[in-house]
């Protein structure tokens, strides 16, 4: 039984110290990925289950030991009891309390490597569990840590996401009201310059018209007698002739 339970908790030590324990050691939680938590969880997981065994293991084997250290003692007490016996009987008496003691010390010259062998079972046993309950602790903390970092390094990243959105959707809304501003300053341009065209069309118009009014004749200037009739409505003396010219000057 010693031999197989050394074996039993060599080897597995063995293989937590060159598997599940080194990973724990060398896992960083301050960068660990996703991917690595998951491993180092289903590890944890595995880690459990040896230290939930190796719990119960130990506890067996403390109860063996504490069970043979018990009838142990209990036969020590009982040879010390004959002891006595012997040294205050006489004769045959004295002679078979004395072959009962030789039985029952060499019963506990037996029982010596038992008990040694069964206290040494449970602290290995003891042992075993101790170095599966320390590296759960480990991977728990290191589990936990890691799991926090990842979650506000998420939280970190959907924020950082929202406000990227934001920031495009604010892009996108200030290049729409920069189109509008502009297609309504285009708008603004073309109406200026269409009323500047239209004054000017206008002037030209009136310049046109006052030409024309100029330019041409009305009918009733083309008749000499109604031009002098108007003239005469008007108070415009009629032209003097050269006679009347001369006259006037010879009365001064």
Known sequence: MLSFLKQYVVKKT??????????IVEFDPESASEAEIGELDEILTKLTRQMVG???AWDKEQQEAEAINKAYTLRVGAAERLQAQMDAA???????????????VAELEKMVPEVEREEAEAKEAKFYYDE?????????ERL?????????AKRRMDMAQIR??????QEERAKVLSGIKKQADTMGTAFDAMSARAQELEMQAQVH???AKLLAQSKEEE???????????????PPQSLGDRLAALKKK
């Open 14 to 23: 063995e293989d937590a110290q060159a598997g599940f324990l080194k990973l």
């Open 54 to 56: 190796a719990k119960a």
């Open 90 to 104: 006489e004769g045959d008496q004295k002679t078979l309390i004395e072959t009962s003691l030789g039985k029952l």
């Open 132 to 140: 599966l309950n320390t590296a759960v602790k480990t991977a728990s």
């Open 144 to 152: 936990k840590t890691a799991r926090s970092r990842l979650t506000e």
């Open 164 to 169: 990227a959105e934001r920031a495009k959707e």
């Open 209 to 211: 018209q006052e030409k």
């Open 223 to 237: 008749d000499p007698l109604i031009a002098q009739a108007l003239k005469d409505a008007a108070g415009t003396p």
